[in-house]
């Protein structure tokens, strides 16, 4: 039977549903967001399948750097399903770097991460030795959250002896490299060409959280980093990237790092022509954009790149007009949906339990929108010490209505006016 779609606002324009969403692309026929409507990125698409094609049976570990909203965690998703094809081992989950992680907690992660990838590839493969002993550290690292020291009954345990055997965070250390060097060799002498592992949320660590990643990083690098036939890839802002690969040369001299420019605005829409397409009522008619073009670039503008902010901005614009403004459907216009996000988010903002911070960020908006701030300038600006200047940009970044750019060289770092603060105060 013919399963007829629930009638959407969204029906006027021919889509099934909103093109907006802001989630990352998925593998896989069933979801509703296929990484079949991915756009561009070839030329890193190329760069990090070459990198790792290229390593032969070496290890690889690349970081992709970018700002928030930008496309990392698609363009990993995309790269995976290619490594699928080209007969890499992977899965579709990630590894977070914590803040406060330590180097038996990441490397714990990893060697979970890498057992479960070979056991949902190859299921087959549990009974082996190597997996058996994998199974059972990473059985003690996911039950020992928290530094409590495991004990086993009954297994076999690492080395061989019998009865109960207990697995303290250092014995990770002892035991874990050669543990995951036995997995990765099984993978060798199988029919997989290696295995891919993502490292995720190096963008959610603060400054000295990267320093701990760097730390970890290097104090790891020879007995996670450089196994045969395992690939990384690492993912974060290019500040945090940058001080957790840079910092030492031990690190930098093995990573490779690709940093993620935000799409032209010909990609953003290439991006929602897919999007149109895929979600057409009626396949043998085109569907109509519900936004002109001039409207998603001045949107996407004001966004610097960060897609996921452009996407929700016409979520909101245009969920709230839809059907409303013309007898017939027709793309909106910017002079239609600007008052509308104004409004929404100047209410959004007002609703902030902290009066002075709106105070604050409402100088900035009012006297120069666009300018590029740096926490000196803001001082003057607010005259506020910098101590205070510095809680009241990060509670402002922290909530989005402020962005820091990217670091360059030792120069302060320099923020700007969000997407969303660019839209309440024009
Ligand atoms: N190459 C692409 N093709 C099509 N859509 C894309 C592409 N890259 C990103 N998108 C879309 O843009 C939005 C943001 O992408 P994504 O979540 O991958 O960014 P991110 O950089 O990982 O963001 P965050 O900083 O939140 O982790 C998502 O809705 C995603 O579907
Ligand atoms: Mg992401």
Same mark, same amino acid.
């Given at each position: 039977?013919?399963?007829?779609? $629930? ?14 969403? *802001? *989630? ?22 190329? !760069? ?7 390593? &032969? ?50 490397? &714990? ?7 479960? +990838? ?25 039950? =020992?959250?928290?530094?409590? =020291? ?23 250390? %002892? ?5 995951? !060097?036995?997995? =990765? ?13 993502? @490292? ?10 990267? /320093?701990?990643?760097?730390? %970890? ?6 007995? /996670? ?96 007009? $839809? ?8 793309? @909106? ?28 960020? +409402?100088?900035?908006?009012? +006297? ?12 003057? @600006? ?14 402002? =970044? ?25 839209? %309440?105060?024009?």
């Amino acid at each position: 039977m013919v399963q007829r779609p $629930i009638p959407t606002s969204w029906n006027v324009y021919n889509l099934l549903r909103s093109p907006f969403f *802001q *989630q990352p692309l998925e593998s896989g026929e069933q979801t509703p967001r296929p990484l079949s409507l991915f756009v561009g990125r070839e030329a890193e698409l190329k !760069r990090l399948r070459g990198t790792i094609h290229g390593a &032969g049976e070496n290890a690889t570990v690349q970081a992709i750097a970018g700002a928030p909203g930008v496309g990392k965690t698609t363009l990993v998703k995309e790269l995976k399903a290619l490594a699928l094809e080209d007969g890499y081992l992977t899965t579709d989950s990630y590894v977070a770097i914590l803040p406060n992680d330590t180097p038996e907690g990441l490397f &714990g992660r990893v060697l979970g991460a890498l057992y479960d +990838t070979i056991l949902a590839n190859r299921p087959q493969s549990g009974d082996n030795s190597a997996m058996a002993d994998a199974k059972v550290l990473v059985r003690a690292t996911r039950l =020992t959250s928290g530094g409590i =020291t495991l004990t086993i009954p009954g297994i076999g345990g690492i080395g061989g002896t019998h009865g109960t055997s207990v697995v303290t965070p250092k014995d990770l250390l %002892i035991d874990g490299p050669r543990v995951m !060097r036995d997995l =990765t060799r099984m993978v060798q002498t199988s029919d997989a060409r290696g295995t891919l592992l993502h @490292l995720n949320n190096l963008e959610n660590l603060s400054e000295s959280d990267a /320093m701990r990643a760097a730390e %970890i990083l290097r104090a790891l690098r020879d007995i /996670m980093l450089l196994h045969n036939g395992l690939h990384y890839v690492l993912v974060g802002t290019a500040d945090a990237v940058n001080m957790a690969v840079n910092t030492h040369a031990q690190v930098r001299s093995i990573v490779g790092t690709l940093v993620l420019a935000p799409f032209t605005i010909d990609e953003v829409h290439a991006l929602l022509r897919a999007r149109y397409d895929h979600l057409r009522v009626d396949p043998t008619r085109p569907a109509m954009s519900p936004v002109d073009a001039n409207a998603a670039a001045t949107l996407y503008d004001f966004f610097r790149g960060d897609l996921r902010g452009l996407l929700k901005a016409l979520e909101d614009g245009v969920g709230v007009l $839809i059907g409303l403004d013309h007898a017939t459907a027709q793309p @909106l216009t910017l002079d239609e949906l600007r008052p509308v996000l104004q409004q929404g988010y100047a209410s959004e903002l007002a609703a902030l339990p902290e009066q002075k911070r709106i105070a604050q960020l +409402t100088k900035w908006g009012t +006297t120069a929108p666009a300018s590029v701030q740096t926490q000196k300038s803001l001082g003057t @600006l607010w005259q506020l010490s910098q101590g205070a200047v510095s809680t009241a940009v990060s509670y402002l =970044t922290r909530q989005g209505y402020v962005v820091a750019l990217p670091r360059t060289g030792t120069n302060p770092i320099q923020y700007v006016l969000s997407g969303v603060s660019r839209l %309440i105060f024009g």
